[in-house]
C-alpha cells in the first residue's frame, strides 16, 4: 500500500528543500562565511524564524539528508545480500557512497573549506553510531549494547574519512574492512 502524504507534510517537504538548497547554492556561489542565515531565508521566501523550524543552526543546512543516511546505514545492515556478512555490507555500502552517491567535488570543497562544517560533518556522521550498533546487534544476535557491535559500528564509520581521503579508494576499503573482519593479526 502506498503512503499518501498530505498537503502539510508535503509543503513541509518542500520549504526544507528549499531552504537547504537556497542555503546550498549561495555557500557554493559566494562562500559558507560570506552569508548569512537572513540571506539563506530570502532566498527560500520564509522568514529566519521559519528557517530555524527547520534546521537548528546555520551548519545543519548544509547537511539536510542526515534521517535517509541513517536508514541507508541500518538498510544495507539489514538488506545485505545472502553470503554477505555484516562487514562485507558496511563495506560494500561505504564504497557505493563514494563512488556512486557520494557528495559532489564541490560540495567536498565547501565542507573541507570551513572548518566549522568539517567538524559538523564529522560529528553528524557518527551520530549513526547507535542505530548502525543496534542493527549489526540484531543481524548478529548479540544483545543490545554489545561493545564488539558498537565498536564494529564506530570503525566501520569512522573507516568513511580514510576511505575518502585515500587515493585508491576501493583498496583502503578492501584493507580496513579485511582488518575488521580477521583482527589485527598480521601473521
Request: hydrophobic share 45%; aromatic share 6%.
Given at each position: 500500500?502506498t503512503?499518501?502524504?498530505?498537503r502539510r ?9 528549499a ?7 549561495l555557500f557554493?556561489e559566494r562562500?559558507y562565511d ?5 540571506e ?5 521566501d520564509v522568514?529566519v524564524?521559519?528557517?530555524f523550524k527547520?534546521?537548528p543552526?546555520?551548519e545543519?543546512?548544509?547537511f539536510?539528508?542526515?534521517e535517509?543516511?541513517e ?5 544495507a ?6 553470503g554477505?556478512?555484516?562487514?562485507d ?11 556512486h552517491g557520494g557528495?559532489?567535488?564541490e ?5 573541507e573549506?570551513?572548518?566549522v ?6 560529528r ?8 548502525l550498533?543496534?542493527a549489526?546487534?540484531e543481524?548478529?544476535?548479540?544483545p543490545?549494547g554489545d561493545?564488539?557491535c558498537a565498536?564494529?559500528?564506530?570503525f ?7 576511505i575518502l ?5 576501493r583498496?583502503?576499503?578492501?584493507e580496513?574492512?579485511a582488518?575488521l573482519?580477521?583482527g589485527?593479526?598480521?601473521?
Amino acid at each position: 500500500m502506498t503512503e499518501v502524504i498530505g498537503r502539510r507534510e508535503r509543503k513541509k517537504a518542500q520549504t526544507r528543500k528549499a531552504l537547504a538548497d537556497a542555503a546550498l547554492e549561495l555557500f557554493l556561489e559566494r562562500g559558507y562565511d560570506q552569508v548569512g542565515v537572513k540571506e539563506v531565508a530570502d532566498a527560500a521566501d520564509v522568514s529566519v524564524t521559519t528557517l530555524f523550524k527547520y534546521f537548528p543552526s546555520k551548519e545543519a543546512l548544509v547537511f539536510d539528508q542526515d534521517e535517509d543516511v541513517e536508514a541507508a546505514l541500518v538498510g544495507a545492515v539489514h538488506g545485505r545480500p545472502p553470503g554477505y556478512t555484516v562487514v562485507d555490507a558496511l563495506r560494500e555500502h561505504l564504497l557505493r557512497i563514494v563512488s556512486h552517491g557520494g557528495p559532489s567535488d564541490e560540495f567536498i570543497r565547501l565542507i573541507e573549506s570551513e572548518p566549522v562544517l568539517r567538524d559538523y560533518a564529522r560529528r553528524m556522521w557518527m551520530r549513526h553510531e547507535t542505530a548502525l550498533t543496534r542493527a549489526i546487534a540484531e543481524e548478529t544476535g548479540a544483545p543490545e549494547g554489545d561493545v564488539a557491535c558498537a565498536a564494529l559500528a564506530r570503525f566501520a564509520l569512522a573507516s568513511r574519512e580514510l576511505i575518502l581521503a585515500d587515493q585508491h579508494p576501493r583498496r583502503a576499503a578492501e584493507e580496513i574492512f579485511a582488518r575488521l573482519e580477521r583482527g589485527w593479526r598480521t601473521e
